[in-house]
């Protein structure tokens, strides 16, 4: 089925360690993007993506890292996690107004659950 | 400075009310409004959205309305139901390249 899958589903990391979190989307969408939840939050830009080989930072960047090397991949970094980095992870893609009026409307994977101990 | 001001936080509604949710925005640049829809443990989904040359938008149960001059915008859920239970998030962006920006979430229960 067309949409974004995201790779793990759950993950408990120690501090320190590092990992990749994986999203791809087989919808051909130029912009990616990865936001973190938390209660009480709301959702918050971590990086984003207009097309492969472009990123930027979002509202909450600081210790995380994005590559986009394809149109399909935007994977997330932790460099050295922090229990401060525990929260549910979500990748999601758009289209960006090529569609038309609602061209501008996300397409969310279904997360991931990261605990950092 | 958070751009797009969602209230309320949390809304319990009786099965067969109506379930209504506002946000606000600064930024007169925003030119597309969505409103997504969050089951615990999936991710948010598009459920509605509007643009500003339009006052409403209804689609099925679901209706947005839409306030230029006021810098506002709401949702309108009639004749809840219990699977409407859900968090429903805000989000605003301007025409181009740049992130949707959105709502902090409002957790609605519909009780029977």
């Known amino acids: 089925n067309a949409g974004v899958t995201q790779t793990p589903k759950f993950q408990v990391l120690k501090t320190g360690q590092s990992m990749t979190l994986q999203c791809a989307q087989d919808m051909n969408h130029e912009y990616m993007s990865w936001y973190r939840q938390d209660p009480g939050m709301g959702l918050r830009l971590i990086h984003y993506?207009?097309?492969?080989?472009?990123?930027d930072q979002g509202e909450v960047p600081n210790g995380y890292n994005v590559s986009r090397s394809t149109t399909e991949d935007f994977p997330l970094r932790l460099l050295s996690a922090a229990p401060s980095q525990t929260s549910v992870y979500f990748c999601?893609?758009?289209?960006?107004?090529?569609?038309?009026?609602?061209?501008?409307?996300?397409?969310f994977g279904s997360g991931t659950r990261l605990t950092v101990v | 400075q958070q751009q797009v001001k969602q209230s309320p936080q949390s809304l319990i509604v009786q099965k067969g009310g109506i379930s209504i949710i506002n946000c606000a925005y600064e930024?007169?640049?925003?030119?597309?409004f969505p409103w997504y829809q969050q089951f615990p443990g999936k991710g948010p989904a598009l459920l509605i959205a509007i643009r500003p040359d339009v006052s409403e938008k209804k689609e099925g149960r679901f209706t947005i309305s839409f306030n230029k001059s006021a810098k506002q915008f709401s949702l309108h859920i009639m004749d809840s139901q219990p699977g409407d239970s859900a968090t429903y998030f805000c989000?605003?962006?301007?025409?181009?390249?740049?992130?949707?920006?959105f709502g902090k979430g409002t957790r609605l229960s519909v009780i029977a």
């Open positions: 999601a893609s758009s289209d960006y107004g090529r569609q038309g009026a609602d061209g501008y409307g996300y397409t």
């Open positions: 930024n007169t640049a925003f030119d597309y």
């Open positions: 989000a605003a962006v301007s025409s181009g390249n740049t992130p949707l920006v």
């Open positions: 993506s207009v097309g492969a080989g472009i990123t």
